[in-house]
Nanobody, 123 residues
Framework: QVQLVESGGGLVQAGGSLKLSCAAS????????MAWFRQAPGKEREFVAA????????FYADSVKGRFTISRDNSKNTIYLQMNGLKPEDTAVYYC????????????????WGQGTQVTVSS
């Protein structure tokens, strides 16, 4: 069982930056593939970024590539999402997820979810 708690969301102007954190419980954190998803009102939850369990290889949605950076600190059971060059279309609730499945870009690939943190980007 893994429990996830996100933090770091807030209101920022377009072009600004935010850094999200996701703290995980459990002794097997390092064995989980971790990801960030987001969901805007009236839209489906969409993949943002993922980081592999042992290699820390990273994967990004095209819409955030070059602007967002995912990282993990296994000693702190925490992952991060550094978001730069934020745009109004990045406004959403951001969720942290953990999984051990083969896929990485679908919500169904993940078994554990945080409660979400709101990110609002004003124009």
């Amino acid at each position: 069982q893994v429990q996830l708690v996100e933090s770091g969301g807030g209101l920022v102007q377009a072009g600004g930056s935010l850094k999200l954190s996701c703290a995980a419980s459990g002794r097997t954190f390092s064995s989980y593939f971790m990801a960030w998803f987001r969901q805007a009102p009236g839209k489906e939850r969409e993949f943002v970024a993922a980081i592999a369990s042992y290699t820390s290889a990273t994967f990004y949605a095209d819409s955030v590539k070059g602007r967002f950076t995912i990282s993990r600190d296994n000693s702190k059971n925490t992952i991060y999402l550094q978001m730069n060059g934020l745009k109004p279309e990045d406004t959403a609730v951001y969720y942290c997820a953990a999984g051990r499945r083969i896929g990485i870009r679908s919500p169904s690939d993940y078994d554990y979810w945080g409660q979400g943190t709101q990110v609002t980007v004003s124009s």
